[in-house]
């Protein structure tokens, strides 16, 4: 059996990645000047991290590096076993080429083993349902070679909605002006986002109201996903410290897709794209059209 593997941005827990035998390799991130390992809120709670957060600390963000991935990737290479690794979207970062580069470099060491690359094109737990799917198709019995080829057709499929329910955040990283920001907040003006087809996070509409953008998100699913409301998958959630805006989003979801496969699953963003997105945050990930 091959490796399927995946990086801690994926936005799901240690434990379901280590229930279901996927592997992870950690991102880093910088807390008020201090460097720490991602690891799903293992060595610094979640809600101390958004806490200060916004209380002003700065954060920063590196992606795993070739050496890194090398390290990651000898030990199965080691035991003879070839890897699938499913990499966080180039549209944000680097790290699928880092995994790449580091790849080949591995091929002359472990000629015999294969080191397959595969760009999610996702972020957060869209990335995670990615992943997940994948894992079911491994386990359902989906070769290496063939696993890497439906997910390189089928990425796309994964639908990927946030919303943020403040600005701030947005002015902090330079992604909108100062000016433009207060007068958003002075509105209530809640962005309504996605991941593009490059795998990058567009603003796509300006809603007033934190009410009015958890209809539009959830609206989106109803538009999008497969089957409509017969909609029969998966669907994840991922939130910044604001579970209660989630929980209205699932509300509306599960009310209006009674065939959902299993409720929907509720995760917190993690420390690297909390880093960005600060705490307000839902996002809404599904399986629906083409990006």
């Not at 094109?121 to 990335?127: D, R, T, V």
């Not at 919303?163 to 002015?171: H, P, R, V």
């Amino acid at each position: 059996m091959y490796v399927l593997s995946c990086c801690t941005t994926c936005d799901l827990t240690a434990e379901r990645l280590n229930a279901r035998n996927i592997p992870f390799v950690a991102f880093h991130y910088e807390l008020g000047g201090v460097t720490h390992t991602e690891d799903f809120g293992a060595s610094m709670p979640l809600k101390q991290f958004y806490d200060e957060m916004a209380a002003g600390a700065d954060t920063k963000t590196s992606q795993v590096n070739i050496g890194e991935f090398a390290d990651f990737f000898r030990p199965f290479l080691e035991e003879g076993k070839d890897i699938l690794h499913i990499a966080f979207s180039g549209g944000l970062s680097g790290t699928a080429n880092s995994a790449r580069n580091a790849a080949e470099m591995l091929k002359e060491e472990y000629p015999d083993c294969k080191i397959v690359i595969v760009d999610s094109l996702a972020a957060s737990s869209g990335y995670g349902l990615v992943v997940d799917k994948a894992a079911d198709l491994r386990d359902s019995g989906m070769g290496l070679e063939e696993l890497a080829a439906w997910i390189e057709e089928h990425k796309l499929n994964c639908q990927h909605w946030f919303f943020s329910t403040t600005l701030k955040y947005f002015i902090r990283g330079g992604r909108i002006s100062k000016t433009a920001g207060l007068v958003g907040e002075a509105l209530g003006i809640c962005p309504l986002m996605r991941v593009d087809p490059e795998g990058k996070l567009v603003v796509m509409e300006k809603v007033r109201t934190k009410r009015k953008v958890r209809a539009a998100c959830a609206q989106k699913m109803f538009d999008l996903c497969e089957n409509g409301a017969d909609y029969a998958d998966k669907c994840f959630i991922s939130h910044s410290d604001c579970l209660e805006d989630a929980q209205a989003v699932a509300a509306l979801i599960e009310e209006h897709c009674p065939n959902l496969k299993g409720k929907v699953e509720m995760f917190d963003i993690g420390t690297v794209i909390g880093s960005h997105t600060g705490p307000g945050t839902v996002a809404l990930f599904f399986w629906g059209e083409k990006r």
